[in-house]
Protein backbone atom coordinates (compact mmCIF):
# COMPACT_ATOMS: atom_id res chain seq x y z
CA UNK A 1 0.00 0.00 0.00
CA UNK A 2 1.07 3.42 -0.89
CA UNK A 3 -0.78 5.51 0.98
CA UNK A 4 -0.31 6.88 4.66
CA UNK A 5 -2.87 6.36 7.35
CA UNK A 6 -2.57 8.77 10.31
CA UNK A 7 -5.14 8.61 13.37
CA UNK A 8 -5.95 10.90 16.40
CA UNK A 9 -6.28 9.43 19.23
CA UNK A 10 -7.38 10.15 23.26
CA UNK A 11 -9.87 10.63 25.68
CA UNK A 12 -13.66 11.16 24.83
CA UNK A 13 -13.91 15.37 24.85
CA UNK A 14 -10.81 15.63 23.77
CA UNK A 15 -11.19 17.27 20.40
CA UNK A 16 -10.21 14.08 17.80
CA UNK A 17 -12.84 14.88 15.48
CA UNK A 18 -12.47 18.96 14.93
CA UNK A 19 -8.28 18.53 15.00
CA UNK A 20 -8.03 15.54 12.28
CA UNK A 21 -10.71 17.42 10.55
CA UNK A 22 -8.83 20.73 10.50
CA UNK A 23 -5.56 19.17 10.08
CA UNK A 24 -7.02 17.41 6.96
CA UNK A 25 -7.90 20.71 5.53
CA UNK A 26 -5.30 22.37 6.10
CA UNK A 27 -3.40 19.18 4.54
CA UNK A 28 -5.57 19.19 1.50
CA UNK A 29 -4.51 22.84 0.35
CA UNK A 30 -0.91 21.04 -0.49
CA UNK A 31 -1.62 17.40 -1.35
CA UNK A 32 -4.95 17.02 -3.49
CA UNK A 33 -4.75 13.08 -2.03
CA UNK A 34 -5.67 14.18 1.46
CA UNK A 35 -8.99 12.95 3.00
CA UNK A 36 -10.31 13.02 6.12
CA UNK A 37 -13.03 10.31 7.75
CA UNK A 38 -15.02 9.90 10.97
CA UNK A 39 -15.20 6.88 12.43
CA UNK A 40 -18.95 7.41 12.26
CA UNK A 41 -19.96 8.78 9.24
CA UNK A 42 -18.25 7.23 6.53
CA UNK A 43 -19.72 6.87 3.35
CA UNK A 44 -18.87 3.54 1.15
CA UNK A 45 -18.57 3.02 -2.98
CA UNK A 46 -21.95 -0.10 -2.35
CA UNK A 47 -25.29 0.60 -1.60
CA UNK A 48 -25.31 -3.08 0.04
CA UNK A 49 -22.30 -1.62 2.05
CA UNK A 50 -23.96 1.66 2.59
CA UNK A 51 -27.06 -0.40 4.21
CA UNK A 52 -25.13 -2.81 5.78
CA UNK A 53 -23.22 -0.11 7.82
CA UNK A 54 -25.75 1.89 8.41
CA UNK A 55 -27.43 -0.87 10.46
CA UNK A 56 -24.24 -1.68 12.58
CA UNK A 57 -24.21 2.01 13.16
CA UNK A 58 -27.67 2.18 14.80
CA UNK A 59 -27.18 -0.57 16.71
CA UNK A 60 -23.84 0.28 17.81
CA UNK A 61 -23.90 4.46 18.18
CA UNK A 62 -27.94 5.24 18.23
CA UNK A 63 -28.96 4.18 21.25
CA UNK A 64 -31.49 5.45 23.84
CA UNK A 65 -29.47 7.55 26.61
CA UNK A 66 -30.81 4.81 29.21
CA UNK A 67 -30.45 1.29 27.10
CA UNK A 68 -28.79 -1.33 29.65
CA UNK A 69 -26.27 -1.92 27.35
CA UNK A 70 -24.47 -4.09 29.61
CA UNK A 71 -27.21 -6.51 29.45
CA UNK A 72 -25.66 -8.22 26.08
CA UNK A 73 -21.95 -8.28 27.33
CA UNK A 74 -18.86 -7.36 26.86
CA UNK A 75 -17.71 -10.11 24.28
CA UNK A 76 -21.12 -9.20 21.99
CA UNK A 77 -19.80 -6.06 21.89
CA UNK A 78 -16.13 -6.65 20.95
CA UNK A 79 -17.73 -8.19 17.75
CA UNK A 80 -19.69 -5.65 17.06
CA UNK A 81 -17.19 -3.28 17.26
CA UNK A 82 -14.69 -5.59 15.43
CA UNK A 83 -17.36 -6.00 12.83
CA UNK A 84 -17.52 -2.44 12.10
CA UNK A 85 -13.43 -1.16 12.32
CA UNK A 86 -13.03 -4.65 9.49
CA UNK A 87 -15.50 -3.35 7.06
CA UNK A 88 -14.02 0.27 7.35
CA UNK A 89 -10.63 -1.26 7.13
CA UNK A 90 -11.37 -3.47 4.20
CA UNK A 91 -13.69 -1.36 1.92
CA UNK A 92 -12.71 2.06 2.71
CA UNK A 93 -9.21 2.38 4.25
CA UNK A 94 -7.29 0.10 2.32
CA UNK A 95 -8.58 0.73 -1.11
CA UNK A 96 -8.25 4.49 -0.33
CA UNK A 97 -4.29 3.60 0.78
CA UNK A 98 -4.05 1.25 -2.19
CA UNK A 99 -4.70 4.60 -4.41
CA UNK A 100 -1.96 6.55 -2.79
CA UNK A 101 -4.33 8.72 -0.25
CA UNK A 102 -3.19 10.01 2.83
CA UNK A 103 -6.24 9.21 5.53
CA UNK A 104 -6.73 11.73 8.43
CA UNK A 105 -9.19 9.74 10.80
CA UNK A 106 -10.58 11.13 13.82
CA UNK A 107 -10.33 7.63 16.24
CA UNK A 108 -9.34 4.47 15.30
CA UNK A 109 -9.63 1.45 17.78
CA UNK A 110 -7.06 2.36 20.89
CA UNK A 111 -9.97 4.11 22.77
CA UNK A 112 -11.57 0.88 22.64
CA UNK A 113 -8.52 -1.43 23.09
CA UNK A 114 -8.16 0.64 26.20
CA UNK A 115 -11.12 0.15 27.44
CA UNK A 116 -11.36 -3.84 27.41
CA UNK A 117 -7.93 -4.10 28.55
CA UNK A 118 -9.11 -2.35 31.59
CA UNK A 119 -11.74 -4.78 32.41
CA UNK A 120 -10.48 -8.03 34.84
CA UNK A 121 -13.27 -10.11 33.58
CA UNK A 122 -12.59 -10.31 30.35
CA UNK A 123 -10.10 -12.78 28.57
CA UNK A 124 -7.41 -9.88 27.30
CA UNK A 125 -5.82 -12.36 25.06
CA UNK A 126 -9.08 -11.96 23.13
CA UNK A 127 -8.32 -8.42 23.89
CA UNK A 128 -4.87 -8.20 22.12
CA UNK A 129 -5.47 -10.77 19.73
CA UNK A 130 -8.91 -8.75 18.02
CA UNK A 131 -7.15 -5.51 18.28
CA UNK A 132 -3.69 -6.65 16.73
CA UNK A 133 -5.94 -8.28 13.51
CA UNK A 134 -7.08 -4.68 12.52
CA UNK A 135 -4.61 -2.26 10.68
CA UNK A 136 -1.53 -0.23 12.36
CA UNK A 137 -1.58 3.55 11.54
CA UNK A 138 1.59 4.57 10.28
CA UNK A 139 1.11 7.74 12.98
CA UNK A 140 -0.79 8.02 15.98
CA UNK A 141 -1.57 11.48 17.13
CA UNK A 142 -2.37 11.28 21.09
CA UNK A 143 -4.30 14.09 21.66
CA UNK A 144 -3.78 14.02 25.78
CA UNK A 145 -6.16 16.02 28.20
CA UNK A 146 -6.70 16.29 31.62
CA UNK A 147 -10.45 14.19 32.30
CA UNK A 148 -10.95 17.21 34.34
CA UNK A 149 -10.98 19.70 31.57
CA UNK A 150 -12.62 17.03 29.09
CA UNK A 151 -15.30 16.93 31.08
CA UNK A 152 -16.31 20.40 31.10
CA UNK A 153 -16.75 20.22 27.07
CA UNK A 154 -19.78 17.56 27.58
CA UNK A 155 -23.38 18.87 27.41
CA UNK A 156 -23.88 14.98 28.23
CA UNK A 157 -22.17 12.01 29.95
CA UNK A 158 -23.05 8.54 28.68
CA UNK A 159 -22.98 5.18 29.86
CA UNK A 160 -19.41 4.18 28.03
CA UNK A 161 -17.29 6.79 28.67
CA UNK A 162 -18.29 6.99 32.56
CA UNK A 163 -17.51 3.66 32.94
CA UNK A 164 -21.12 2.74 33.70
CA UNK A 165 -19.99 -0.75 31.28
CA UNK A 166 -16.78 -1.46 33.66
CA UNK A 167 -18.58 -1.42 37.46
CA UNK A 168 -19.30 2.31 37.92
CA UNK A 169 -22.70 3.74 38.47
CA UNK A 170 -24.22 6.71 37.46
CA UNK A 171 -23.49 8.67 34.01
CA UNK A 172 -21.78 11.83 36.49
CA UNK A 173 -18.82 14.07 35.99
CA UNK A 174 -16.98 11.76 39.05
CA UNK A 175 -17.48 8.45 37.28
CA UNK A 176 -16.27 10.08 34.05
CA UNK A 177 -13.22 11.81 35.99
CA UNK A 178 -12.32 8.25 37.80
CA UNK A 179 -13.03 6.52 34.17
CA UNK A 180 -11.36 8.54 31.82
CA UNK A 181 -7.59 8.79 34.28
CA UNK A 182 -8.05 5.23 34.17
CA UNK A 183 -8.10 4.84 30.10
CA UNK A 184 -5.68 8.08 29.83
CA UNK A 185 -3.11 5.45 31.96
CA UNK A 186 -3.37 2.91 29.22
CA UNK A 187 -3.68 5.39 26.36
CA UNK A 188 -0.50 6.16 27.98
CA UNK A 189 1.24 2.70 27.92
CA UNK A 190 0.12 2.37 23.89
CA UNK A 191 1.88 5.79 23.39
CA UNK A 192 4.97 4.44 25.20
CA UNK A 193 4.80 1.46 23.75
CA UNK A 194 4.52 2.29 19.94
CA UNK A 195 6.17 5.31 20.04
CA UNK A 196 2.85 7.55 19.19
CA UNK A 197 3.03 11.46 19.05
CA UNK A 198 1.54 13.20 22.06
CA UNK A 199 0.93 16.38 23.17
CA UNK A 200 -0.85 17.75 26.26
CA UNK A 201 -3.58 19.79 24.83
CA UNK A 202 -5.33 21.37 28.34
CA UNK A 203 -3.95 25.21 27.77
CA UNK A 204 -3.94 25.03 24.01
CA UNK A 205 -6.63 26.65 21.43
CA UNK A 206 -8.42 24.51 18.84
CA UNK A 207 -6.02 26.92 16.34
CA UNK A 208 -3.04 25.77 18.58
CA UNK A 209 -3.23 22.30 18.82
CA UNK A 210 -4.76 22.24 14.45
CA UNK A 211 -1.12 23.58 13.89
CA UNK A 212 1.14 21.70 16.08
CA UNK A 213 -0.27 18.31 14.42
CA UNK A 214 0.35 20.14 10.73
CA UNK A 215 3.68 20.63 11.85
CA UNK A 216 4.63 17.14 13.38
CA UNK A 217 3.08 15.57 9.81
CA UNK A 218 5.08 18.61 7.61
CA UNK A 219 7.91 16.30 8.88
CA UNK A 220 6.78 12.96 8.32
CA UNK A 221 7.16 11.52 4.69
CA UNK A 222 3.44 11.35 3.57
CA UNK A 223 4.30 9.57 0.69
CA UNK A 224 5.58 6.20 2.78
CA UNK A 225 4.14 2.60 2.80
CA UNK A 226 1.85 1.13 4.95
CA UNK A 227 2.70 -2.41 6.29
C1 LIG B 1 -18.65 -3.60 26.54
C2 LIG B 1 -18.45 -2.21 26.03
C3 LIG B 1 -19.04 -1.82 24.88
N1 LIG B 1 -18.90 -0.57 24.43
C4 LIG B 1 -19.60 -0.27 23.18
C5 LIG B 1 -20.79 0.63 23.33
C6 LIG B 1 -20.77 1.48 22.11
O1 LIG B 1 -21.59 0.84 21.15
C7 LIG B 1 -19.34 1.45 21.62
C8 LIG B 1 -18.49 2.66 21.90
O2 LIG B 1 -19.16 3.83 21.74
P1 LIG B 1 -18.56 5.27 22.12
O3 LIG B 1 -17.23 5.37 21.43
O4 LIG B 1 -19.56 6.20 21.57
O5 LIG B 1 -18.45 5.33 23.60
O6 LIG B 1 -18.73 0.33 22.25
C9 LIG B 1 -18.13 0.33 25.11
O7 LIG B 1 -17.99 1.48 24.72
N2 LIG B 1 -17.53 -0.03 26.26
C10 LIG B 1 -17.68 -1.27 26.76
O8 LIG B 1 -17.14 -1.56 27.83
Redesign the pocket.
Known sequence: MTGKFICFEGL?GSGKTTIAKNVAEQLKKTNDKVIFLNK?EVSFNTGYVDNHMSTIKK???D?APDDP??E???L???H??LSWFSVLEQCKIKPLLNSSYTIIMD?WYY??FA??TL?NNFDQELTKKSFQSLLKPDITIFLDVDPYVAVKRRDNI????SGN??GLNGKTTTNFITYQSMVRGVLNDFCNEQKWKKFFIDHNTEEEITNKACKILSMENLQGSVT
Open positions: DKILWYLGLGDHWLLNNKLRYKSITEMD
